[in-house]
């Protein structure tokens, strides 16, 4: 447990210093225990029925098996760069079904507030409420951080993504296309869509979920990438 403690924080030093090389320490190392050929099979966690969205439970083992699966684990529901980041996941949907691929959001939010996200957003793919944390420990991630999981049909982790503090959540999308991309042999993962998502204008702060009933669908034009949440 010391040990896993202090890779976090030599990857935090990292990312103030580090530049672009910040970024690759982070995707090799940012998900403690579990890494990139880790087999989650047999993991406990991975097959333990967590509550999520439209009051369904589901495990992460159901997800998996005809298809890969793309577990993103995020901050805060309604926080701007959550938002940006669920919305995009949401915009690439058709690229991840053409990859055969799943896709869930996983945060510490509670089913209800997952549920007025979901639909304020319309997002087209399940999310969980891991409340108690216990996905997160699972994992080998600090509460409240951004990271991303890919795992092939079998259940082995193929890409493990955090990016620095202050960066773009859309990486994760972009991050996530390419592992699975290059997986199946595919060309160039790098076309992201530019036009804004229609994602994230006048994201709520976090705690204001009642707003998300009317959150509008478009594009935020003051969202920089920068985030804290």
């Known amino acids: ?17 580090g530049g672009q090389r910040s970024a690759l320490i982070l ?10 050929g880790t087999s989650l099979k047999d993991n406990p966690a991975f097959k333990a029925a967590v509550p999520g969205s ?3 439970k589901l495990s992460l083992d159901s997800l998996i098996g005809k298809e ?32 055969g691929a799943k896709v869930v959001g996983i945060s510490g939010d509670s089913p209800k ?14 999310l969980l409420a891991d409340e108690s944390g216990e996905l997160r420990k699972a994992f080998g ?10 795992m092939d049909k079998e259940g082995k982790v193929i890409m493990v993504y ?3 503090k202050g960066s773009d959540p859309k990486e994760h999308i972009k991050k996530s296309l390419a592992a699975l991309k290059n997986q199946s042999g595919g ?11 229609k994602a994230g204008q006048n994201a709520p702060t976090a705690g204001d979920m009642n707003s998300l009933k009317n959150l509008p669908d478009a594009a935020n034009e003051s969202y920089t990438g920068a985030e804290t949440l």
């Open 113 to 126: 507030d997952l549920d007025m996200f979901q639909q304020a957003q319309r997002l087209t793919y399940p």
């Open 54 to 56: 439209e009051g369904k």
């Open 187 to 197: 060309g160039d993962s790098s076309g992201l869509a530019n036009d804004g998502s």
């Open 141 to 150: 991630i600090e509460p409240m951080t951004r990271v991303t999981f890919v």
């Open 162 to 164: 955090q990016g620095p």
């Open 1 to 17: 447990m010391v040990m896993q403690t202090r890779s976090v924080f030599s990857i935090r030093r990292e990312s103030r210093n």
């Open 68 to 99: 890969a699966l793309v577990a993103f684990f995020f901050p805060k529901a309604g926080t701007s760069g959550c938002t940006v980041e669920a919305a995009q996941f949401r915009e690439h949907q058709e690229e991840f079904d053409g990859l």
């Open 27 to 36: 995707t090799r190392a940012a998900a403690g225990s579990v890494k990139e």
